[in-house]
């Protein structure tokens, strides 16, 4: 029965693997016993939650391309030519 509850500790490590879907189920299964009695471990698999969706959200969002644009990029360069010219 022991082997069911974990420290806060390890808590945090299943729910950080249940976040990225590689817990197992019985890690799962601990987690939620001890999510039930821990409030504060509660709180932060929300949290944890709430970052990892913002994060794909942006992440899968068009309206920030993850590379620089012509103009940035030709700024970028004449600054680099101009710093190995002196």
């Known amino acids: 029965m022991s082997k069911l509850f974990v420290s806060c500790e390890e ?3 299943i729910c ?4 990225y879907k590689e817990a197992s189920f019985w890690e799962k299964m601990k987690l ?3 999510l039930f009695i821990c409030k504060k471990c509660g709180l932060y ?3 944890n ?6 994060c794909n959200r942006y992440l899968d ?3 920030h391309p993850h590379t620089l644009s012509e103009h940035d990029k ?3 360069q004449h600054s680099i030519e ?3 010219d002196i």
């Open 16 to 19: 950080n693997k249940n976040q």
């Open 61 to 63: 969002s068009d309206d």
């Open 82 to 84: 101009e710093k190995i």
């Open 32 to 34: 939620q016993i001890h």
């Open 11 to 13: 808590a945090t490590a």
């Open 74 to 76: 030709e700024i970028m």
């Open 45 to 47: 698999s929300k949290q």
């Open 49 to 54: 939650a709430t970052i990892t969706k913002v």
